[in-house]
Every structure is written in structure tokens, then in C-alpha cells.
């Protein structure tokens, strides 16, 4: 609630109205009588506003703020840290993310660092971080701005402040909660307060470093370091002394620091070697981050352990103040600051965003080298060269060109005439699945012909911050006419509205048009974009796209007047001719899954469609009789791909039933290889030759027109008779696995090592898993045990992807790791859940938001899925059957037996796989270590080389140890001097040896219920998911007519109905026999004529059978009366021996035989 406040010695409050004048002025003459009788300070309430709404912080005390490099600390008491008591401990309140960790508690230290562990960082310089014998030697995490052995040093001559290190925490700033409070401040003084050092840091943040643009702190951390000296110093060395600050802003999502330099007078402390009467010399302090536990460092180079140290006070240049230094720590450690010198810190560039629209037009922010306004700033994106905008000495931005292409590319920045040095990737992402920055609110409409209105809406901030700058609609198509793919201008839907976010088009006022050049494409984009750049600071404007939409609602009445009344007909008959042209690439495809629960299962090769995905998309508007459909994770090497959709029973659709079943493509979504030629623009070719198609033949005719039936025919969905699922292997726990075929053993080394390598003619992939130490976290030592931390993959032609267990307690947010090409990718966003690669696709299923199940798919079909589990990794492998007999490694060779399980590199096979289960040692020795991968192919073993990234010296060697004994026990003993039991071990794990092994190995009952159900998990995916289901394969429903039902398993009975009007002929039902083929229809093939055409057919038949009976029954009658006829002349003829007289009667009359006896 706001409410109004007149501060003097007492508070006049005017809660929940509006105060009247009389009251202001009542009010007024109160303070002034106070003031001049000497009640009131006219110093004390300086930052306060008179009256003020105390939602909203004071302006001036905000300016004071920002104008100074300290953030306020002098009016807080100064902590207890002292000489001899340099860690204290502050519990937070709060959840702090740093450094992929999360947070609620830290020390602070006299010498200059903010630790999350009790631990001090070691005294030993140079300082190497991150520590590689961790566990057994302490790795704190902690964030350091002058990490140095520290003593307190003297009061300055120029204020009456006392050294120390002053600590202020702040909860919900704003909300006076903070640690330490002025004695004589109310807390309505304190809350203001507040309230202007958040929106101080908000505006500093924002504008300091690049991707903050939305953050607003939540909680605020400020410690001060003032004059402290270095320790070990002579007498008379303490005012020889540094000032600096660290302030640490959080939303709990993201985090920023500011490192703030006052002065910096002394380098190292006498035990780093600096000199004891000024502190010079040695080895300076650390400035940087450390995320502890072994995991990853950020050292800030060039000052951190160099003599250019104190040129901290001197650069930074943040916000435009000389020793202000800024960064991003929650994820990763980013630096908003140029710090590039060479030979001593490498050319880094950083972005933001990190990805956008392949169309382009994405204003990019970058930081990284020193920029000067009156030099020429270049970046390259892949061959594509741009200028980009100065904005400060730490900021520029440029606008991404358009780059037919899907994935990460390179870009490189240089400034001058110089070369381009500074360098980074960018991900460019597909236009129907880039985020959502401009789109039709009413989805519905914008699929139909004649909508009365379209209301659009677009992503303000992605422009500009100014909502009353002028911005303009405009319409752009696309097609593949010509040698080259093109984006087309179509028309100016209308200049200079508001920025506010939205505009309503009505689609009648481009009636007239014509557009005589464009109106044979049938789908584009929306695009806004600024009208007047120069107004905003901009030399050239960002471009926003709508995703592909189809353009019936602009080009109807023009295909009305140009094409007629049947217009729709002529271009679905354009599609069929240009079709009939193009080869047939129906077969070359991979058969659908019979059911949705194969298709989840083949993760190999198919994914969810966004289309129509049950986890993410229920929409299904393509597909509106579909429960959930799936599509080729990668396309094929010529670029096409297969979509299958299954109704609520969980059985795949087929077009031959309904327009609403999936279909082939001719172009898959991703495109394909080169991406800029036609038929394989990421997107844009699949709109070209497959959807397009759908709304000219189906979406804008009748279904049951001789088109859309035509078009269910092209693009026909293929039953599942041929589909053949693949096999899978799994490797989980400490470490137990399940190889392809089905046998089931435990290797615990240490190590790189290889789970399957395929290297033949036909395939080749490597997969590869990581072994390491088992650590138990809260005694803080290495159990006799290994599990797998981190798998690495690759096949012949695609991007390497890692894929890693993140630290316990950084799983905050992400349970694991993904990199790909060693760079960290991350799939939190909606748009960004399926990722593709160079022949690879990455994707997180769409209801999973911590990334911990991880599948990537290569084009060869083969398919790896990591799973996290209450802190423990497993992976299972999916080959389809092509892979058979030629797979080697820990998984196994898949060949039908178990028998060549246990084959070497070298092709030998020491253990017999009978003894799988129970000679754990000889597994070990034998087999398992055979398999370890070094950073270098050993050419006497064919197994390649170790595939992960080995950051900070590390190397494959680094995780292997051949010495190590793990226990090899089936069954390990439960010693009786612990809590566990067997009874409770069998509690949890049943008749599991696995699950039994790591828990009484372990006494972790998590790890053992991850075992558990990991192994349960693999079975049952192998038994029922990839179980092969026998089928009759796709039965016709009838033109005008639909089945009882559209299941084709056996047993399933089928009858055949026809709409009103139509009448059926044939056979009425059929039968799926056992053996996998239906029933003979016996009656003929099922049709429904028209009842007219009926009726006059059974007419026609009638008259036909009636003449069929008539005909004979004529000819027969006529034969018998000819037979009589005979039969009396040959009566007569006996009497010619007789005497007649032949009698005329009258002329022309017959003669008459008169006999006379």
C-alpha cells in the first residue's frame, strides 16, 4: 500500500489516502517550528525525501550512489574480523547460485576473499586452482578480488573511518532486514535506503555488462575491504594499505559481482615473496573465482598473480569508472570488461544472446576486446562479414546477417585493420522453432482464409526500451524458384505505430492488392522492425520474424480473381506435377514404430515432434487427431525424414485413414546438408514441398476431394510392418552392466574407457564413458568403488558431444553437463530443447527442467541417453540392426550370444561369459582395462583415442589408475560395526546383486535406488519398449467411408461403415490373422459408391439379369417352335404321295393344300 510521509523529529502519516493540502500544510509549518527550536538535524535525514512514496527510492540518493565507485558501507559498523579472527561465518538467508553451485551460507576473510567453505584456500603461490587431489586436499569454492594474506592496517589521514572489513547483507533489499542497521536510523530510513542501492545497482548492472538487461536484484551482498595491509610486513608498513570492494547481486537465478578498486598499494604478503617494508614483489594476490570440489577455476588475467595487479585501479572502466570490474558467476564466470593483452590473457569475446533467428537482424551484444569509438569495429559471422556500433569501451553491438544454416557457427570480431582474433560461436536456430519474438495472439486465424482480424504481438525489448518509438510491420515470403533460396518483400502492412508490443491487422484492407510477383508463394513471415533507427542511438535496426506462417489470410482474394474459384485446386495440382517430377524418396526413410511406446523407446532415431508434442505442445493443430507425434531425430543424408503421430490408444495413425496422420517429408525440419541449397534451407524447404501442400490439397479444400487424397497418397504415412526396433546395451551404478546381449556383469576401473566402437564400411561411432572414484562427501574420503561421471561420443562425421554429471551440490539447477565441440550448452529454454549439430541432434525432453535426461541422436540411427538419478549417472545405447555383429567394447559385441562378450581390442576372449557374475577379478584384469582409451590412439589397440575434454592440464591420464583395487566381491560383506543391515539392504533391493553390491559397498541407500532403478529400467525398455510387435500392416479405409477401428494388431477385427449417401460394396469386415496378414476379402476390395450411382448400377444389373433370363427363354421357345414346326412338316410330308389339289382362294393369298382320299 503507498502511503504518504512528512519525516521531522515525530512522523506525520497519512495512510491509505491521498493527504489534503490543509494536512501538507499543517504538516509543514510543524517541521519548520521543530527545526528552528533545534529538534531536528537538518544533516541527519539528508537521503530521506521530505514526503515520498517509500515504494520508489529517492533520485538524489540514487545519483550518489552511482556517481561514487564504493557502494555505501561507511554508515555500517565494521565486523570482527580482525588479526587474529580473519573467517567469519554469515549465514545468508538466502539461496546464492555461483559457479554452477548454489549457496546459503559463506565466510568472509580478512584476506580478501568470500569462501562457501571453512577451508582456507592454500597459502602456496602460485595459487593453482582448481585443485586436482581433491578430495584429499581441500578445494573451497570462493570468490577472491584480492586474495591475499592480509593483516588490518591503519586509519587514513583523510577520514575518521576505521580499517577493517565491513560485511552488509541484505535479504529482500528494500525490506530493512539486512545484518547490520544504523543505530539511529528508523526502519522506514533503512528501507529507503535500500530501496536506492537496488535501484543504484539495478541501473549499474543493466548497463555495465551485456545480458542484464531484465535483471533486478534481490538480495545484495556488499563487503568493503578498508586498508588493510599485507601480512608479514615491518614495522611501520600498515599504512601501506588497499581499499577495495566486492558487491554480489542475486535474483537466485542469476548473479552478478562488482569488483571495486579504491587503491591498491601493495601486491603480496612476505610468505608470496613481497617485500617486507612495502609489500611489492613475489607473487601478487589471486583475483578470480573458484568453483571448489575439484571442478573449475576462473583466474582474471592479466592481474591475477602478475605484477600488473594494480592497474585494477586504473582499467575496468565499468560504467565509466576506473577501477570498477564486473561479472556474471552463476553459471559460468563471464567478464563485462576488455582485458586482453597478449601473451598474457587470451582474445575471450563474449555475447548476447548467444543465439538467435537464421534470418537474422538479432541486435548481438559483445564484450571482449577494447573498443574505441573512432575505430572501425568488424565481425564475421561464419563468411559473413558485418560492421557493428561502438557503444562504450567494453560494449558493442551488431546486427546478425541472414545464414542459411542450423547450429553453432563461428564469429570472429577485430578491430581497426587488424585481424580477426577475438572469437567465439553463435547458435543459429531454425526459424519454425527460434524463440517466439513476434506471433499471432489468435493462432487459429492465421491458418484461415479469411480472418476478420489478425492481432499481432512482438517482444518490445528486443527493439528498443522506448515504447514510443515508431515501429513498422512489414510481410516478406519465401521460395525456391530460382537458383538460390529467397526472402522476398511482399508488402507494408503499415509504418510508424507505437512500439507498445501489439497491433491488430485486418486482413480485408489488402483485398486489392496486387502482387503480381509474390502471389505464387503461399507461406512467410511477419517482420517488424524499427522506422527511424537514428532516433534510438542506431545506425541500422533490429529485425524481429514471426516464425514461417501461411499466407491465405493476404494472397485469397488475389488467387479469387486471378485463379478463380477453384484456385486452391490448381495449386494442389501444381504441387502433384512438380511432384511427379522429383524422385521418390518415400523408402529411403525409417519405418514408423507400431506403437507410442516404441517410438519413445527408439530414441535413436526418432524424437518429439514440436508440432505435437505431449510434454510440450498439445495444440497438435496439423495433427488435431494425435496424442503425441514423433519425427527423425537427424535428417537422412539426401535431407528427408519421416513424422509419425499416434492416437489415445497409443497406435500409430496413417494418412490412408485421416488427413491427420503423419507423413514423410521431403525436407526434413533441420534441412540438410549444404544448408543454403534448395530443398535444404533448415525450415523453409520443409514449408516448400511438405506443408504447403497440406493447405493448398487438405487445410483449403474439402478432405474428400480428389487432392487432399491425392496428396494423402504422396505423402502417405508408411505402416509399421516393416519397422524393426533396435537392441540396447546400459552401463550404471558402480559400474554393472547389460550388454546387447543380455549379459550381465561389474567392472570398476578407473579411467576412459570404451563402451561400443563401430568401425566398418557401413558405420562408425565411438562411445565413450569415464570412470571415477566414488567419493563419500560427508566423511570426505574415496570409498573402494567407481562410478561413471561423464560419457563422450562421436561418430564419423559429427560434432563431439560430452556429456557430464555435474558436483552434488551444484545440481541446483542442471543435473548435468552437455558439451558439445567442448563448449557448454544449455536446454532450460522452451525453444531450445532439441538442438541440432554437425550429424548430430542433442535434445531434453520437453517436462524435463533440470537437464537430467539427456539424448543424443546420430544419423546413422544410433541413439545415447543419459539419465541422472538421485546424484548418479547412467547411460543406455540404442543401435538399430544394421549395427549388428560389429560392435566391440565394454557393451559387448552384439551378435545373438554372449559367448564374444568378453572380447579383447586384440580379439581374444579370456573369460568365459558364464563366470560374468562371479569372477569380478578377472573381468577387471582381463577384459575391462583392455579397454581403456588414452589421449593418443595406441596403434597396437584399434580403439581410438579418448574423446573428452580435458580442461586445466588435465588429460585421460589424470582418471586412470591401474593400480586400483576396488572390491570384487558378488555379495560384499555388511560389517557389524555399521548401521547397515542386510535386512534393510534387502529392503530396498530385492533380488538385485547390483543394487545389493553398491549398497553395502557404498552404505548409500540412494546409490543403491538408482541402481535399482537404472537395472530395472534397461530390462524393462529391452523386454516391452524394443519388444518386436507382429502386425497386418495398413488396411485402406474406404473413400466416403471410416472403420470400426484403426488398429492392425492381431486379432483385431475391422468393419467397414459409409458416410449417409453412400452405399457399401465389398467386403465388410476384415481380420487380422495371427500370422500377420488380413483376412481375403472374399467379397472384393472395400469401396463406397454414391447412392445415385448405386441405385442406377443395381438397375442396370437388374436389367441386365432380367435379360439375361429372358434371352435364353426366347431363343429357347423359338428353337421348340421351330422343333414342332418341324416335327409337323415332317407329319405332313408322309401325305405327298396323295393326290392333292392345290386351291387358290384369292390373289396374293397362300396356297391351301386340299387332300382328296
Known sequence: MKFFIIKCESEISFRGMAPSPVWILVALVVCVGQLCLGQVNPNRYQNIQDVVDKNVPVQENIRRIRDSLMYPYEQFEVTKIADMNVLVQYNLRFPLPFYGFYFNYTWISLHGHIAFSQ?????????????????????????????????????????????????????????????????DWTPDQIRMEEAAVKEALTEDIQSGIIGAEFFTPKHVIIITWRNVTFNGGSTGTKKISNTFQAVIATDEILTYCLFNYEQLKWTSATNAGGGPGDGLGGIPAFVGFNAGNGTRAFEYMPYSQNARITNLVYNGQ???????HIFRIDEEINSGVCNYEPGLSSPELFLSPQSGNMLGGVLVNMTGPCFSKNQRIKAKFKDVEVTCQYRNRNHATCLTPRIFYIGYIDVFLTIGDGAFQFATQ????????????????????????NPLSLDVEWSTGNLTYNQGAAVSLTLWAYRET??????????????SVPNKGSYTITPSD???????????????????????PAAEGLTDTPTLWSRPIPLGWYFQPQWQRYDGPEWARMKCDNWMQREDRLNTFANSVNRCPCTLGQALADKGRFGPDPS???????????????????????????????QCCYDNDNYLILTADTPYGGSPARSHPFGGFPYFDTGKVPSLSHWVNDLMAYYFCCRWQDPETEGCWAYRKLRSS??????????????????????????????????????????????????????TQVVDEQRAIRLRASELTSVAMKDNVSSTVEIQIRNIEARWRYRLDVLVDHNRVYFDRPHQKVQAFRGVTVYVPGNIHNQSNVIVQFQSGAGVEVVESMGHMSCRVLL???????????????????????????????????SGQTNFDAIHRLFGLKWVVKDSEDPEKPIGRSLFYHEFGRSSSTYYNETFQPIMDRKPTIYSNTTLTPEMVNRVCSLSYQCYFDYAITGNRDFATSTRYSEDSLKTLKSDGLKPLITCGALLTPRHGHKSSRQYIIGTRVKFFCEPGYMIVGETYRDCSPNGVWSYPEEGETTCVDEVVYNAHRAALTAGISLAIIVPLVVIGACLIAFLLGQKRKTEANFLNKRYVIVPLRRGEPLIWLSFF
Open 612 to 642: 505435437c508434442d505431449m510434454n510440450m505442445n498439445t495444440g497438435c493443430y496439423l495433427h488435431k487427431e494425435s496424442k503425441h507425434c514423433v519425427r527423425s531425430g537427424v535428417p537422412n543424408f539426401d535431407g528427408n525424414g519421416q
Open 482 to 495: 530460382g537458383p538460390l533460396p529467397e526472402i522476398v518483400f511482399v508488402d507494408s502492412l503499415v509504418e
Open 318 to 324: 565499468v560504467n565509466g569508472k576506473s577501477g570498477r
Open 880 to 914: 538399430p540392426r544394421s549395427f549388428m555383429n560389429s560392435t566391440r567394447g565394454l557393451m559387448g559385441n552384439w551378435s545373438g550370444t554372449q559367448d564374444d562378450d568378453f572380447t579383447t581390442p586384440l580379439g581374444d576372449i579370456p573369460v568365459a561369459p558364464q
Open 119 to 183: 577451508s582456507p584456500p592454500s597459502t602456496l603461490r602460485p595459487l593453482k586452482l582448481p585443485v586436482d587431489d581433491w578430495p584429499t586436499k581441500p578445494d573451497p569454492s570462493f570468490i577472491g578480488p584480492f586474495h591475499m594474506e592480509a593483516a588490518i592496517g591503519e586509519k587514513s589521514e583523510a577520514d575518521d573511518l576505521n580499517p577493517g572489513v565491513y560485511v552488509r547483507i541484505i535479504p529482500d533489499i528494500g525490506s530493512a532486514s539486512g545484518n547490520v542497521k544504523p543505530n
Open 426 to 449: 553463435f547458435y543459429l536456430e531454425p526459424p519454425d522453432e527460434a524463440k517466439e519474438v513476434v506471433y499471432v495472439k489468435n493462432r487459429e486465424d492465421i491458418h484461415q482464409t
Open 718 to 771: 508408411q505402416d509399421c510392418a516393416g519397422y524393426q526396433s533396435p537392441n540396447a546395451s546400459g552401463v550404471f551404478g558402480d559400474p554393472h552392466f547389460i550388454t546387447f546381449d543380455n549379459l550381465e556383469y561389474t567392472f570398476n576401473g578407473l579411467g576412459e574407457y570404451v563402451l561400443v566402437r563401430v568401425n566398418n564400411r557401413a558405420n562408425q561411432i565411438d562411445i565413450q564413458g569415464r570412470f
Open 510 to 532: 489488402y483485398n486489392n492488392r496486387n502482387n503480381w510477383d509474390t502471389r505464387d508463394i503461399g507461406f512467410g513471415f511477419i517482420q517488424v522492425n524499427l522506422t527511424n
